[in-house]
């Protein structure tokens, strides 16, 4: 197993990935490999000078960067020598099992669909999130940023594409879906939700439970939270919001600190031929061992061959 790692992306980079990377490489077992992607002098001055040894790390160079505020389609052209670019090829050669940064969100995505592309049948891959829940589990939202307007065909596929990670990733059983609405009836929301409440009302493809409303979202109604990106990224990020302000205020317990952002590393792209997984831009060196961890377990899922045989 090779998990593809990029240096170069995130706002702490290179020295957050590669202590991340450093943190990482003691929880992998013998076989699980990490490749460095992107300026290989950098990411070795960086362990040299804090007295980690480096042996067992894999390195590929790759000196430029997508900045977070570049044209993510025009610099994925321009840039072929960035680390993004460089790590996209080495998941197409099959050279890495899963390519994972911190860096450019929608150079990820643009390089995803140009690389290992959609799996066939699914419309519009997507990103999700885990939020906890009161009884100590997870639920997974979907999607959070990926695809700001949505079809009812696409959110019905999104609960296919959550049900799946849930089921071989959290290993969560048939897991409930929910309909993210402003009421609980069939007949409430908007045009979109409404007509995707009719496209998913007793559907064999998973288990939808019905709509769910805002105030629910953290109560354990469900495992599987679908919404269009625009609605799902602001829950993600006003929940971090609400995580830092009651750290500033000394407010926290255990179940409060479970919405921090760097236990979970990062979230997969869904629906597309390969491993792929993005990381927070503000990303520590313990959010980039999180996500190299869970990198690991997706591999060993085959989620993408999951979702292959599902839309085939």
């Known amino acids: ?65 997508i900045g977070m505020d570049e044209h993510p389609a025009r610099a994925i052209g321009k840039k072929p020598n960035s680390s993004i670019v460089v790590g996209f090829n080495l998941l197409k050669q099959n050279q890495i099992n899963c390519f994972s940064s911190c860096g450019n969100t929608g150079a990820m995505l643009v390089g995803a669909m140009y690389s290992v592309r959609a799996v066939s049948g699914v419309i519009r891959p997507c990103i999700t999130s885990a939020l906890p829940q009161e009884n ?33 990733v959290y290993n969560i059983e048939n897991p409930r879906v929910g309909l993210l ?59 971090e919001a609400f995580y830092s302000m009651l750290k500033r205020r000394n407010l926290t317990d255990d179940y409060i600190e479970k919405f921090n952002y760097e236990l979970y590393g990062g979230t997969p792209i869904l629906g597309i031929n390969g491993n792929v997984m993005i990381g927070h831009g503000i990303s520590s060196p313990l959010a980039v061992k999180n996500m190299v961890v869970h990198s690991r377990d997706l591999i060993l899922a085959q989620l993408p061959e999951k979702i292959q045989s599902a839309f085939n």
């Not at 100590?136 to 999104?158: E, H, M, N, S, T």
């Open 1 to 65: 197993m090779r998990i593809g790692l990029d240096i170069n992306g995130g706002d702490f980079a290179p020295e957050a990935v590669v202590l991340g990377a450093a943190l990482a490489q003691k929880e992998l077992n013998s076989g699980e490999q990490i490749v460095l992607i992107g300026d290989t002098q950098k990411g070795k001055a960086i362990l040299d000078e804090k007295g980690i040894a480096f042996d067992g790390l894999e390195w590929v160079e790759a000196p430029d960067t």
């Open 136 to 168: 100590g589990g997870i639920a997974l939202v979907l999607d959070v940023g990926a695809i700001a307007d949505c079809k009812p065909d696409v959110l019905y596929q999104f609960a296919i594409l959550g049900s799946l990670y849930a089921k071989f």
């Open 181 to 239: 609405n402003i009421g609980e009836e069939a007949e409430k929301g908007n045009l979109l939700t409404q007509a995707t409440y009719q496209l998913m009302d007793g559907s064999s493809d998973f288990n939808f439970t019905g709509n769910i409303e805002g105030r629910d979202i953290l109560s354990s109604k469900a495992d599987v939270i679908v919404c269009d990106g625009f609605t799902g990224n602001v829950i993600l990020k006003e929940a």
